[in-house]
């Protein structure tokens, strides 16, 4: 771990700073006139001047006219204001989400609206280099189909399951993927040609949110997922908490029950994983529907083939199945006692959730925010908003997407860590 080291600016970084504060600056607010970014930056208004002619320059910002005012507003008649915007199209990244058993890979543009995606299933027992290759040529395909020239892309972000080294990019443990030390930047920087940043899967999810959903303007957040695993990204004042030696927010492997728990694949027992993963819940579904061969769970199980397992376990919650919503409520419960833990620990304002969790929100939401509510020290856990994720499905492979724009084009500092 390197030591703390408090280092000076030369100019070109003060320039590169005062680029990354416009960028974000029109991100978060469109139609600013030069006048209203000057003073939310607190830039005078030359150097405004100057860093919007740069960026007109480079084709990423625009100038608008609009003839109408707005109420209220103090300027001169018939001189029209002068607005300046983000060109959303003039650059575009590529996202690529690796979970367990399939990934999905886009397009998107600078405002992260995705132009094109593609998911891929595959087997978790073929060995990394061939999902590797898999990517690659998806990656191709998706490129492709955009029909875009190669040069507006800045790069591709990756946000891949299980433990990631984010300054070398390479995923140093993924169990359930069974991968281990597998060099995922340089892999596909070495087969693309094009600037690759990688990162845990749900450490993306929170800065996609943070900077493009949900999570805009707010200081703290904590995006939980679940499916195969349980995990969690954790932002604070924008910026990712990685931890010392990269492993924040591995909340999945938190042990909650002491005694008698189930084995995980972590190798300890009663982590939070055996208790609310996907494979946890279709696993006391499948008690339920074998101790009630006649019920609405057993019957949607047999009648139900075109869509997933899980979403079956869903569907006859919803169609008034009172064992599984019990089972269900019983799960939340667990969720909300791991969540406790990070209110306890992180006070943040915002949690969000992915996943199974954001498809079941009908089932875990409620639950899990009374918990969160009665459980958490001093309040907390009244103050904390709990809400499902703004992106849906896409909220993996928006997340990686904007790994990419926040490495390339928004913090280009980061670019070379
Ligand atoms: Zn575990």
């Not at 927010?249 to 300890?268: S, V």
């Not at 499902?388 to 990419?404: E, I, M, N, P």
Request: proline letters at 4%.
């Amino acid at each position: 771990m390197s030591k703390p080291s408090f280092q000076g600016s030369n100019i070109n970084l003060v320039k590169l700073h005062n680029l990354q504060v416009v960028l974000l600056s029109l991100l978060h607010e469109t139609n600013l006139s030069r006048v209203q970014l000057a003073k939310k930056t607190n830039l005078s208004n030359t150097t405004i001047t100057n860093l919007i002619a740069e960026l007109i320059g480079a084709g990423v910002v625009s100038e608008v006219e609009e003839t109408a005012s707005e109420p209220g507003e103090l300027r001169p008649v018939g001189r029209p204001r002068t607005s300046i915007q983000i060109e959303p199209n003039s650059r575009l990244v590529v996202g690529v989400h690796i979970g367990v058993g399939l990934f999905r890979v886009c397009v998107a543009n600078i405002s992260n609206e995705m132009l094109q995606s593609q998911v891929m299933h595959f087997d978790v027992a073929i060995p990394a280099e061939q999902v590797l290759a898999q990517i690659v040529k998806t990656v191709e395909t998706v490129i492709l189909a955009c029909g875009v020239e190669r040069s507006r892309i800045l790069g591709i972000g990756v946000g891949a399951s299980g433990l990631v080294d984010f300054q070398t990019g390479v995923n140093l443990l993924a169990p359930n993927l069974n991968w281990h030390d597998v060099p995922l930047r340089d892999y596909l920087l070495q087969a693309l040609n094009l600037p690759v940043v990688v990162d845990n899967n749900v450490r993306t999810m929170a800065l996609g949110e943070t900077y493009f959903g949900a999570g805009r303007g707010v200081d703290s957040l904590a995006f939980v997922y679940g499916r195969t695993g349980v995990g969690a990204g954790l932002i604070f004042k924008g910026q990712v908490f990685r931890g010392s030696t990269k492993g924040a927010g591995e909340i999945g492997h938190t042990t909650i029950l002491l005694r008698g728990g189930e084995l995980c694949r972590c190798g300890n027992r009663g982590c939070l994983e055996t208790l609310i993963s996907e494979d946890a819940i279709l696993r006391q579904a499948d008690q339920i529907s074998r101790l009630y061969p006649q019920g609405i769970l057993a019957q949607t199980i047999s009648d139900e083939n075109d869509i997933s397992p899980i979403e079956r376990v869903f569907r006859a919650g919803r169609a008034g199945d009172e064992t599984v919503r019990a089972m269900l409520a019983d799960r939340a419960f667990y969720l909300g006692v791991a969540l406790t833990s990070v209110v306890n620990l992180f006070n943040p304002e915002l949690i969000l959730l992915g996943g199974i969790f954001s498809r079941g929100q009908d089932f875990f939401l409620q639950p899990v925010i009374q918990t969160v509510s009665q459980m958490s020290f001093g309040g907390m856990g009244k103050r904390v908003r709990i809400e499902s994720t703004s992106f849906g499905w896409k909220a993996g492979v928006l997340g990686a997407s904007a790994l990419a724009l926040m490495n390339f084009f928004y913090q280009p500092e980061q670019a070379n860590p």
